[in-house]
């Protein structure tokens, strides 16, 4: 991605075939977040946002890190972004005709708002 970034920059024939790429690229996973909205597996969150939370973590990890990027590192990361949107969504929200299932999936996904002593 780095290298398509730069050598966009450098070369206009390249800078084209890559803009619209990245043009497509938000309109894309806002796509993917609003089903994901619809079938009441995410607060409603606008999918750039959410983007930049996920591989935010990630290109420092990969490129800091002497460690390989796994997928358990992944989820890990996932993980904690998806529960802080929830948590500041105040997710999951009071039950309504999403029906008990959904709910007390998305529950259990949450850690406890305080450590437990």
């Known amino acids: 991605m780095q290298r398509a970034i730069q050598s966009a920059r450098e070369n206009p024939e390249v800078a084209l075939p890559v803009n619209r790429i990245f043009e497509r690229r938000p309109a894309n996973l806002q796509q993917v977040v609003d089903h994901a909205v619809a079938r009441g597996e995410l607060p409603p969150v606008d999918g750039y946002f959410l983007a930049e939370m996920l591989t935010g973590p990630v290109h420092l990890y990969v490129s800091r890190s002497l ?4 997928r358990a ?3 890990r990361i996932t993980d904690v972004v998806l529960a802080g949107l929830r948590h500041t969504a105040g997710w999951p929200p009071p039950p309504t005709t999403l029906g008990l299932l959904v709910l007390t999936r998305h529950t259990e996904l949450l850690p406890p708002p ?3 002593s």
């Open 67 to 70: 460690h390989p990027f796994t």
């Open 73 to 75: 590192e992944a989820e």
């Open 114 to 116: 305080f450590p437990s």
